[in-house]
Antibody, heavy 120, light 111 residues
Framework: QITLKESGPTLVKPTQTLTLTCTFS??????????VGWIRQPPGKALEWLAV???????RYSPSLKSRLTITKDTSKNQVVLTMTNMDPVDTATYYC????????????WGQGTLVTVSS | QSALTQPPSASGSPGQSVTISCTGT?????????VSWYQHHPGKAPKLMIY???NRPSGVPDRFSGSKSGDTASLTVSGLQAEDEADYYC???????????FGAGTKVTVL
């Protein structure tokens, strides 16, 4: 059974850096084609891909957010970490951790998500 | 504004069918056979229902089917059941420089 779980702060102040951790089980990020990524959904708005990291350390970012995002992995801990700098109230959203296979465009497993509010 | 356009709501009675549309452009939906659909019950993890326009992952009932014509993809839920009441999101590949685009979601209500 594949599970993914997001953890991190629920409240961050404007200009701060957000650090989210995805802890997963049921698969390995050292397996060929496997990737773990992040998707977010602001309240009442559409889902948005943020970043994906693959088994071979290939990293892909949303073009519009690339300058603010960093994604890393710790294969031994089954964890992926996303950092987003210079947080703004418009970044308030539910952030989801997902699994994505290389060469595909869909997320085949999702975490439940974590709501991050940006407010002073 | 979402990259893909979905109706905000759809409804049907138990046993009936409901179809949700997802309209994009030739740069996403119309250009590739990489449309996927997700079901989301609030408070739970979203679930992949359809990938590559028509394919169902293991465990997804065959009541769920996908199709595409031109720049518009569709998800049909046949034989509606109470448990199908949820939000549904479409997504599409949009080129190698893009991770993908989503619709804003459609809330399906079982009357």
């Amino acid at each position: 059974q594949i599970t993914l779980k997001e953890s991190g702060p629920t409240l961050v102040k404007p200009t701060q850096t957000l650090t989210l951790t995805c802890t997963f089980s049921g698969f390995s990020l050292s397996t060929s084609t496997v990737g773990v990524g992040w998707i977010r959904q602001p309240p009442g708005k559409a889902l948005e891909w943020l970043a994906v990291i693959y088994w071979d350390d290939d990293k892909r970012y949303s073009p519009s957010l690339k300058s603010r995002l960093t994604i890393t992995k710790d294969t031994s801990k089954n964890q992926v970490v996303l950092t987003m700098t210079n947080m703004d109230p418009v970044d308030t959203a539910t952030y989801y951790c997902v699994r994505r296979r290389g060469g595909t465009s869909w997320a085949d497993s999702w975490g439940q998500g974590t709501l991050v509010t940006v407010s002073s | 504004q979402s990259a893909l356009t979905q109706p905000p709501s759809a409804s049907g009675s138990p046993g009936q069918s409901v179809t949700i549309s997802c309209t994009g452009t030739s740069s996403d939906v119309g250009g590739y056979n990489y449309v996927s659909w997700y079901q989301h019950h609030p408070g739970k993890a979203p679930k992949l229902m359809i990938y590559e326009v028509t394919n169902r992952p293991s465990g997804v009932p065959d009541r769920f089917s996908g199709s595409k014509s031109g720049d518009t993809a569709s998800l049909t839920v046949s034989g509606l059941q109470a448990e199908d009441e949820a939000d549904y999101y479409c997504s599409s590949y949009a080129g190698s420089s893009n991770l993908g685009v989503f619709g804003a979601g459609t809330k399906v209500t079982v009357l």
